[in-house]
């Protein structure tokens, strides 16, 4: 519905809405009036002719069933939420590795981070990274785009939607989700670029130069 609109930081607002609606909701009491329909006193007295025979064992065997089942479903649930830690830990692993490798610099006030891997320009948190080979005035556009990243603070969010997998890691539609959270980020931090008064030809050509770099660390923007 909100796919067309142009304000993006409204649309970043509703993507992290849903999430934390979605967590409350369930939360939510709704009190109602419950009103039995009136019986009576004969439909009561036929009522209490016919009575189901009880059937020996059946209630004990249907629950040791449903324990088992809810045993069964409870483990895979566990185990795909530990399988989710572990990615994000091995997430936290490579980009730390990333770091200890990188050459550090600085850019105004910013922490600046040189790698020798193939990868796209990113930013976490505070702190930016760069591929070397990158200087002049395409290393000036670079360090604007990330730097509405890191002034937005769009690492919380990809953290805030990473804990969220952890928990919901079944629902197929976390992978579309995360994919527009994304696209918005960049959305955003491409509008704040333009607004600096960076050519539209010049910042396509970087875009284009960079397009074959892989996010190898999905924490980041």
Known sequence: FFRKNGVHHLNRLILLSILIYSLSFPLLQIEYEYMEAAVPAFAEETLEIIKPLPIEGGEEGSGQEEHILWQIGLGIYFLGVAVDIFRFIMKFRRLLALTEHAT???AGNRRVFETTHKLAPFSFFRHIYVPKGIDGEQLQIVLIHEEAHVKQQHTLDILLLEMYTII????PLLSWFRKTLQELHEFLADKEVLKKGIP???YLTLLKNNVH?????QLVQ
């Open 104 to 106: 550090p610099a600085t």
């Open 213 to 217: 770099r892989a996010y190898q660390v």
């Open 168 to 171: 919901f890691w079944f629902n």
């Open 200 to 202: 539209l030809s010049t």
